[in-house]
């Protein structure tokens, strides 16, 4: 009986993803996820999983919208739940998922945010008062890496021209090129680099592993620095993006460049960066 109760198959779930080779911010994001909505269970007076119904799971999302969760956040929460519902069918665990009789919440994705030249050059500015800095920006700029990506960068990664990603999240390892400009931004930044034993590229003042969440600051500080508002790291692999498709790149090829499994998701810059232009060339930029 003690194997129905939700703490124990949240840990075999997560010891499942752990098997699956997620990675430790994908775990930590599911496992919160899922003790949030015990919580609520619990509240319910439910402990047993064979429990659950369809009116708990939408209690639940019902209660999140009412807490001011954005639209966008409650389906990455009902997400995780169908994703662990799944699993515990294929355990043989239930006999039914009931998440997949809760509809998500309906909200408008926002489009990639591009930045503009001015942007684009002020961040660049600015950032080469600090070595490692410029190096992080370029690298973000010119590869359109994910931030979790550039963390994992080992100085062995490194090649001639090239660079090996590593498996991160849903994107294989692949190789990307690596142009003179952030050749020379890495360059610069192992000249000064603390002489650490650790392989990581990217590492702390102390010798440490640079951490996802000390590059969202650094990257974050250029922002306020520069007067950019309401952006994110991730605008900056979606500039890449754009700015490679401008050039005449094919989809194909930044598809493999960035990681992406599916071409859709490239190609709905083309649409972004066409309505860029039909903007510019109504207010006269072109």
Do not use: W
Request: charge should be positive; glycine fraction near 4%; aromatic fraction near 10%.
């Amino acid at each position: 009986m003690d194997n129905l109760l939700l703490p124990h198959l949240i840990e075999k779930f997560i010891q499942y993803l752990q098997s699956q080779g997620k990675s430790y911010f994908t775990q930590v994001a599911y496992k919160k996820d899922l003790e949030q909505f015990i919580g609520y269970l619990t509240s319910q007076e439910i402990q047993d999983i064979r429990e659950v119904k369809k009116e708990h799971i939408e209690g639940f999302i019902n209660k999140l919208l009412t807490e001011n969760y954005t639209k966008k956040s409650t389906s990455r929460k009902l997400n995780s739940i169908r994703t662990f519902f799944r699993y515990l069918k294929n355990e043989s665990i239930i006999n039914y998922n009931p998440s997949l009789d809760v509809p998500h919440p309906k909200y408008t994705v926002a489009p990639p945010r591009i930045f503009s030249k001015l942007e684009y050059r002020a961040l660049r500015d600015f950032a080469k008062e600090d070595p490692r800095t410029y190096a992080i920006i370029e690298f973000f700029l010119q590869t359109g890496v994910k931030i979790g990506e550039l963390a994992n960068i080992r100085l062995s990664d490194i090649k001639e021209s090239s660079l090996i990603i590593r498996p991160y999240g849903k994107n294989n390892q692949r190789e990307i090129p690596l142009n003179k400009a952030v050749k020379k931004a890495i360059d610069d930044y192992l000249k000064v680099r603390n002489n650490s034993s650790d392989d990581h590229l990217f590492i702390t003042r102390n010798g440490k592993p640079l951490l996802i969440r000390n590059i969202r600051q650094i990257v974050c500080r250029c922002f306020r620095e520069v007067g950019i508002e309401n952006a994110t790291v991730n605008d900056l692999r979606n500039t890449f993006i754009a700015h490679q498709l401008m050039n005449g790149a094919s989809v194909e090829y930044i598809a493999k460049l960035v990681g992406h499994k599916r071409l859709s998701s490239t190609e709905r810059y083309l649409n972004l960066i066409k309505q860029e232009a039909e903007r510019k060339e109504k207010i006269g930029e072109l």
